[in-house]
């Protein structure tokens, strides 16, 4: 039997590199086409299309330094096309020479689809 969790974990760690490579493409192909993702402090993204553009621009800006993602439960629904992830994340960026981190949680839901586990929804709060 496979492990979905293992799978959904697997593919937070690509993501998380993704972000590390500033590949906003590899990013955002986690992502369904009409993903909700809820930036802490921030709008609601609603689209892959609006997402990549706020990864874009994001991974852009000088003294970017990233975010990691770092799921503490993976739970897959009864159904085993559905789960949630819950987790914690980190940011990471320079302004004026100065190192600036800003952290808290986050809430990840995931279908499997024909191309696999895909990101249908995330919230980020700090």
Do not use: C
Not at 31 to 43: F, H, L, N, R
Not at 85 to 97: A, D, P, Y
């Amino acid at each position: 039997m496979r492990d979905h969790a293992a799978d959904i974990r697997a593919l937070r760690r690509q993501s998380n590199a993704a972000i590390a490579s500033l590949d906003a493409h590899y990013v955002t192909s986690f992502m369904s086409e009409d993903v909700a993702v809820q930036v802490a402090g921030g709008p609601i993204l609603h689209g892959r299309a609006a997402n990549f553009e706020a990864w874009d621009q994001q991974m852009r800006a000088p003294g970017f330094g990233g975010y990691v993602r770092t799921p503490e439960t993976v739970t897959v629904d009864p159904d085993g096309i559905s789960a949630t992830e819950l987790g914690h994340w980190v940011g990471r960026w320079r302004v004026k020479g100065r190192a600036h981190q800003q952290e808290g949680r986050y809430t990840a839901r995931w279908v499997l689809s024909a191309m696999g586990w895909m990101i249908t929804s995330e919230v980020f709060t700090q």
